[in-house]
């Protein structure tokens, strides 16, 4: 990727709104619960899984977290009522972490409680490395009183080697996947040949503990090493999932379902979208690049543009045949 792509990238902020919301056609589902379902209905139809995320992180107060919540029940309860194939993913800071650990367990809690009655599962997605004690904790004291709930891991963490071997012998139900958030050399590793190896050494550990994980990559050299261990320790297909994300890496995610993969697709949803799109292209210099060239191109008469939403929001080529692996 090139000196301009990461330029790019730290001049986001100043990128049109629009621009990006052109951009995340692909990777949201829409602004609303019915557009999530859809999405999930498409995804079901092609033998995929889902989760489902309501956007937003960012909160202020009491009243904020406990709509939040009330809004993850709306899904829970929308998912039970279509019989779709889906689960959800929840962010702690969404639900309150930031303003009081115990509200934001009493939030969750909350959602966990309608899930379990819904026989369905609960995930806690892992943010930035200021959340990562917080989140542990929470989700262990959730075990206590639930089963259907289970955690992220960021295998770039220097921390995760320790916090994997502890929660695996509690028998935590896992998502592994390599990290996106930007944090300092002390805190997370920086070579991706390190990051590669230490997933290795994670999902290991995970699966010969007997431990349920969710492998969430659209590296195909972890897919492949993931493949490899569940059948070197005789893990059976119904003990673990590949995760991918919505819009990213589709042709891969077709090979492993063909080839009778649980395989399970992360679908967001809803109005606070702009601050996720922006972290997709942040953690993707190269397709910021992309975009933003496109946008030049767009900016000449006789360029290719890219797609409006009379064109079904659809992006032109090259956009459209990029494939990247975060």
Not at 60 to 70: H, V
Request: a positive charge.
């Amino acid at each position: 990727m090139s000196f301009l792509d990461h330029l790019i990238v730290r001049t986001l902020p100043l990128v049109p709104k629009p621009v990006v919301g052109r951009f995340s056609r692909r990777y949201i589902a829409g602004p609303t619960l019915e557009d999530a379902m859809r999405v999930v209905r498409e995804l079901n139809a092609q033998g995929a899984m889902a989760t489902i995320d309501v956007l937003g992180e960012e909160i202020e107060n009491r009243e904020q977290a406990i709509a939040y919540a009330s809004q993850y029940i709306s899904v829970l309860d929308e998912i039970a009522r279509l019989r779709v194939d889906s689960n959800i993913s929840v962010k702690p800071t969404a639900l309150g972490l930031k303003l009081d650990r115990d509200l934001c367990h009493e939030q969750i809690a909350r959602v966990v409680a309608r899930a379990r009655d819904l026989e369905s599962f609960v995930r806690l997605d892992m943010e930035d490395s200021s959340c990562t004690s917080d989140t542990i904790e929470i989700h262990n004291r959730l075990k206590r009183d639930f089963t259907n709930v289970g955690l992220a891991i960021q295998a770039y963490l220097r921390r995760s080697w320790p916090d994997v071997r502890s929660l695996a012998a509690a028998g935590a139900n896992f998502r592994l996947c390599k990290g996106i958030y930007v944090e300092p050399r002390r805190i997370a590793f920086k070579d991706p040949l390190i990051i590669r190896k230490n997933y290795r050494r994670l999902l290991e550990e995970m699966l010969s503990r007997g431990c349920y994980v969710g492998i969430a990559t659209h590296d195909e050299s972890l897919v492949w090493e993931g493949i490899r261990l569940t059948e070197t320790l005789g893990i059976p297909r119904d003990r673990f999932e590949f995760q991918m994300l919505l819009g990213v890496e589709e042709e891969l995610r077709r090979i492993l379902i063909d080839a009778g993969y649980r395989l399970r697709v992360y679908v967001p949803y809803g109005k606070e979208w702009y601050a996720y799109s922006v972290r997709r292209l942040k953690e993707n210099p190269a397709l910021a690049g992309q975009v933003f060239r496109s946008l030049v191109r767009g900016l000449v008469p006789g360029q290719a543009r890219i797609g409006s939403a009379a064109e079904g929001g659809r992006h032109e080529a090259p956009i459209d045949k990029i494939v990247r692996r975060p």
